[in-house]
């Protein structure tokens, strides 16, 4: 038995770590309102504790409600302001295969934006009619599979646009293409590196190139104005150029514009480093984003069923907003330490490897228990020995037993992506499901996972062929 | 495995018993050092833990007395006492 858990008796006080707190009169809170330290038990009913033991920590736990509700509400807060709207999981925000499934079983279509991205589209069971294509870097074998599986295509750049057309040439069709837009809404940095510009007239002049190519067909208007958008009124602009310009297209060179795809960026309820305010009162709802695009779009495509045209579907890529809180890492202190300069900090089991959002994000760090004792400053780091490697800079939390967890908040974008196994495995993550079953939906990686690509070169076979090297260290004295 | 008698902690790492008993303590916790000029408030545990230094400066004994009357290993307190020594140096003046 660890000597730690020694029986408890009853007769005995409970022991709490003891703590100073320096009293500085005046001296305003510089961590904004003082922080009410509450705490988690569960998740969906589902104890932590138990979490932790049959699955171990850090852990990631999804909540497959909690994910359903987010779409469902984030659905019917456009579909009840437009009629013709359709979402593309991004999957660059969380492509674990249960995640995309459940989001695929709402009725969301795939969007992807590279080769990897489209063959796990398919291999999960979307077909290629229901994947939309993004991205810069699209190769030519995965663009000619897209191709034959009438996947919808976002050209970003002329090279792309020749490559298709060969390609359409190649397999006698006409394929219907979309191109993707970038242009100044006054609100965001434009992300003018991808696709063609509508100021210039550059987009124009790519409409009038497909206009006249025998094998495409322009039916589509994409564009993504950046992630983490705080500002509604952006997304208006947004809506309103693109309107424009597919008037514009229509009026000049006969196409029809079948959907006008907005993007992803709507902000999800986690607290930007950069920003002061608490999330809760910076963050829009997802109705005032749907408001915003909803209205415009009313407005600007009133006059298309005079015409008997239909007004386009609208098209959103929406990520972090569906998925972010609807996971989190539990993660367990595993010493605590004191800084030279007094502060307090605690080495956690889960660093930057696993929340690469951390570096942007202040992630919600909550006990699991009651914890007594004052909050005081605390530091949160990482387990891998670099000095980049901190969970949190500055948290209010009451000391810290060693194998206490702490549940950290909305993480469901990003990181199950672009975390690394970087000194450390990869933890299991799980999913809550309906009656409390817990699935595990990408298992902890072992020694074999991470080494099963390497090879070895004969030669290289032993690491000391000539017999172990000197035990210098235990000569020396 | 240490002998968890022999903590290794030197009573070096202790303010002065002079320097602590200077210290004005009321019984919420409230400290004042009419030494350095800070005020600090302890907690509970920190209060006993002032207590038992003002008296003796020997950590066993301390870690050993608390231990009869708190549930807590012998470890986990160490740690804890060690932790709480580093910053009370913080805040008690020596003069
Ligand atoms: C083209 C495209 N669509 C959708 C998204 C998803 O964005 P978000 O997670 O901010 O909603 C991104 C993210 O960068 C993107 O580049």
Redesign the interface.
């Known amino acids: 038995m660890d000597e730690n858990n020694q029986m408890s008796d009853k007769n005995k006080k409970d022991w709490v770590k003891p703590t100073i707190t320096p009293l500085r009169s005046g001296l305003l809170n510089k961590f904004g309102k003082s922080q009410n330290v509450g705490w988690v038990e569960d998740i969906d009913g589902i104890p932590i504790t138990g979490l932790i033991e049959k699955y171990k920590s850090p852990l990631f736990v999804v909540s497959e409600k909690r994910l359903r509700s987010n779409f469902q509400r984030i659905n019917r807060a456009f579909t009840s302001r437009y009629p013709h709207v359709l979402f593309g999981w991004s999957y660059k925000t969380n492509y674990l295969g249960a995640v995309c499934n459940v989001l695929h079983q709402e009725g969301a279509w795939a969007e992807v934006v590279s080769e990897f991205e489209y063959h796990k589209a398919r291999s999960l069971g979307v077909p290629g009619h229901c994947i939309l294509f993004n991205g810069p870097f699209k190769n030519r074998t995965i663009l000619e599979q897209a191709v034959k599986e009438d996947a919808h295509i976002h050209v970003d750049h002329l090279d792309e646009l020749f490559a298709l057309e060969e390609i359409a040439q190649a397999a006698n069709k006409k394929v219907d293409i979309t191109i993707r837009l970038n242009f100044d809404t006054g609100y965001t940095e434009p992300w003018s590196r991808f696709g063609f510009n509508v100021e210039s007239g550059q987009a124009m002049d790519v409409a009038w190139r497909i206009h006249s190519s025998e094998n495409l067909n322009l039916t589509g208007l994409h564009s993504h104005i950046g992630t983490f958008v705080l500002e509604p009124k952006a997304y208006s602009n947004q809506v309103r150029i693109m309107c424009g310009f597919m008037d514009e297209i229509e009026r000049r060179t006969g196409s029809i514009i079948k959907y006008i795809d907005i993007g992803g960026g709507f902000a999800s309820l986690n607290a930007l480093q950069s920003i002061y305010l608490p999330p809760e009162q910076v963050v829009p709802s997802i109705e005032q984003y749907a408001e915003a695009v909803c209205d415009t779009l009313l407005e600007l495509t009133h006059e298309r069923e005079a015409r008997g045209v239909q007004r386009p579907v609208l098209v959103l890529e929406t990520g972090r907003a569906i998925v972010d809180d609807a996971e989190v890492l539990i993660s367990s202190v595993f010493a605590n330490k004191r800084l030279p300069d007094g502060r307090r900090a605690v080495v956690m089991d889960a660093g930057v490897n696993l929340l690469f959002t951390s570096f942007w994000y202040n992630h919600s760090a909550t006990p699991t228990r009651f914890l007594s004792g004052k909050p005081e400053e605390t530091v949160l780091y990482g387990p891998l020995c670099m000095n980049i490697d901190v969970m949190r800079n500055s948290v209010m939390l009451p000391p810290l037993d060693v194998g206490d967890a702490l549940v950290f908040g909305s993480v469901g974008a990003y990181n199950n992506t672009q975390w690394m196994q970087f000194i450390e495995y990869r933890p299991n993550v799980v999913m809550v499901q309906k009656d409390k079953i817990v699935s595990v939906i990408r298992k902890a990686e072992c020694l074999e996972d991470v080494t099963s690509l390497e090879s070895m070169p004969e030669t290289l076979k032993i690491p000391f062929p000539n017999g172990e090297p000197d035990n210098l260290l235990s000569k020396h004295t | 495995m240490v002998d968890s008698e022999q903590t290794g902690v030197t009573s070096s790492s202790i303010p002065s018993a002079e320097s602590l008993r200077r210290l004005a303590i009321s019984e919420s916790g409230f400290v004042f050092d009419p030494t350095s000029g800070?005020?600090?408030?302890?907690?509970?545990?920190?209060l006993?833990?002032l207590r038992h230094l003002q008296q003796n400066q020997d950590l066993s004994s301390i870690l050993n007395a608390v231990t009869?009357?708190?549930?807590?290993?012998h470890?986990?307190?160490e740690?804890?006492?060690l932790?709480?020594l580093?910053?009370?140096r913080?805040?008690v003046g020596e003069q």
């Open positions: 800070h005020h600090f408030t302890v907690n509970e545990t920190g006993v833990l009869q009357e708190y549930n807590v290993s470890r986990d307190l740690r804890d006492v932790e709480f580093s910053l009370l913080e805040f």
